[in-house]
């Protein structure tokens, strides 16, 4: 850290990434106030809405993670390793590119009462959701495919490859090399991906107010009315809400830690028993499907769709805040890998591990301090808070993987640390760059709550609108607004993934 601060663009890349995460003390400070008033606890514990939300997040939450979890490890059972694992991380995108306001939105239209699928089946009647599992298992699907793309991410093939083959040759089953093999190599990078599941699936809003349940609603939308209103008292029982969400954050945690620490061992108990089981049948199928989710979302968007939906505003509004985002959180997180620390910076993450709600109010916060609420600079500010470790965590591990031997011999040959940074390691790091930039593109077309508090509603998005009009209101505008955020989200992707096939094709080391 030290280093970092002797060069000039260490102390500019130390202030941009000050002014983007300042919302992280305004927000524990905003939590901390509330959390000794004995009256706002009563307020909030006599509330009647609160054990049905209460019930319905938690039914959610351990839907959404406990399914997410089971479909990533069966499908890694039943390809990990071979081709087959190769081809589903190549169609992967077809349902990370889909946001989840478009994916809960084609679910609502398919499958809510009303929707398409009961309209064909005149026989079959929705049940009543109160309980949040048709979240739950929406969740499941969207976030089993970012957790099978991070755990694509640390699987080392080379070494628990060969491992994997000598238990298969002995006669062991691929479940038996999950448990002994993958899970202890990836436990580390896996818990946190899951803190991140978990973290979201409790604190999400966009997708809980599409989705439901209504009446009483989730936690975290719970929370959200309530901050939006004018009375105080209000705002406080919204305010010690969010913070019983980060203690229902810490007890999944603890939870994860204990239920890992009882079953991990430090040598797997191999009694010699070779078991049949079959996940790897289930895995198959799932890796199969979970691509054709996002073809199928796409599909029923555009069959609902009407072809006069379409309308410039929001339009306009998701592709700029999209790009200025990205372009800007690109050159930051550069700069911070060049002249930033190497080491020491845990809280750069704190974004992805923590509920939106107390960030997003720890933004509006600031807003109002500095007198720019509702204008274009400050919804830009409050999405790069996501957008920045979100395209970090893509790029951070392909930085750590540049090979040092090639900047060993730019340096000895007399080369200065900023030319080699322009002409050796940006170039080697084309591919990475461009998922990344796809990644934050993708990040702040989905952003929802900093879009509506810090823009006070005056840049109308395709995200804002299409939560608006889940509620109620016309089916093909809805479905239009939701098919044009897949359309841009996918558009992004598609375009880095043709810049790559590009690049390989003239440079022979970057294929």
Not at 184 to 194: D, Q
Request: hydrophobic share 60%.
């Amino acid at each position: 850290m030290v280093a970092s601060l002797r060069h000039p663009l260490g102390w500019l890349v130390w202030i941009a990434v000050a002014v983007i995460y300042a919302p992280l003390i305004p927000a524990a400070g905003m939590l901390m106030a509330p959390a000794l008033s004995l009256a706002g606890w009563q307020a909030l514990l006599s509330d009647p809405q609160l054990p049905q939300a209460l019930i319905a997040t938690l039914v959610s939450t351990l839907i959404a993670t406990a399914g997410s979890l089971l479909i990533a490890l069966c499908v890694v059972a039943a390809l990990w390793p071979g081709d087959r694992w190769r081809r589903l991380h190549t169609r992967l995108p077809w349902l990370l590119a889909v946001p989840h306001v478009a994916f809960a939105t084609s679910v609502l239209l398919m499958f809510a009462e009303g929707g398409a699928f009961y309209q064909w089946c005149s026989a079959c009647s929705p049940l009543i959701d109160r309980y949040g599992i048709g979240l739950g298992l929406t969740l499941a699907v969207k976030e089993s495919a970012f957790v099978l793309w991070a755990m694509y991410a640390v699987l080392p093939e080379k070494t628990l490859a060969q491992q994997m083959v000598v238990l298969r040759t002995l006669g062991y089953s691929r479940v038996q090399g999950l448990f002994w093999l993958v899970l202890p190599a990836i436990s580390p990078a896996l818990g946190a991906v899951m803190l991140a599941v978990v973290a979201w699936s409790l604190s999400v809003v966009d997708v809980a107010i599409i989705l439901g349940p209504g009446n009483p609603p989730t936690l975290a939308v719970l929370a959200w009315q309530w901050l939006s209103q004018g009375d105080a008292q209000q705002q406080t029982k919204g305010t010690l809400l969010c913070l019983m969400l980060l203690l229902l954050l810490a007890l999944f945690a603890a939870l994860g830690f204990i239920i890992w620490r009882r079953w991990h061992r430090p040598v797997p108990a191999a009694s010699g028993v070779r078991q049949h089981l079959g996940a790897p049948v289930i895995g198959t199928t799932l890796g199969g499907l979970l691509p054709l989710c996002g073809v199928m979302c796409a599909a029923a968007l555009i069959l609902l769709a009407s072809e006069d939906s379409f309308d410039w505003v929001p339009f306009r509004a998701s592709l700029s805040l999209a790009l200025f985002s990205s372009l800007i959180a690109l050159a930051i997180i550069l700069l911070w890998l060049e002249w930033g620390p190497s080491r020491g910076s845990l809280w750069i993450w704190l974004p992805l591990a923590l509920p939106a709600l107390p960030l997003v109010a720890g933004q509006y916060r600031i807003a109002l301090f500095t007198g720019i609420d509702g204008s274009y600079l400050a919804v830009l500010w409050g999405h790069l808070l996501w957008v920045l470790p979100w395209m970090l965590l893509v790029l951070q591990p392909a930085w750590r993987r540049l090979d040092p031997r090639a900047i060993l011999i730019a340096r000895t040959l007399g080369m200065r640390r900023s030319k080699i940074f322009w002409l050796i390691k940006c170039p080697m790091l084309i591919r990475p760059l461009l998922t990344a930039f796809a990644t934050g593109f993708s990040v702040s077309m989905a952003q929802y709550l900093p879009t509506l508090w810090l823009g006070a509603g005056r840049f109308p998005t395709l995200t804002t609108e299409a939560v608006a009009l889940s509620s109620g209101g016309s089916t093909a505008i809805l479905a239009g607004r939701a098919l044009w955020l897949l359309v841009l989200t996918a558009a992004a992707f598609g375009l880095a993934a043709g810049l790559s096939r590009l690049v390989g094709r003239y440079r022979q080391g970057l294929r």
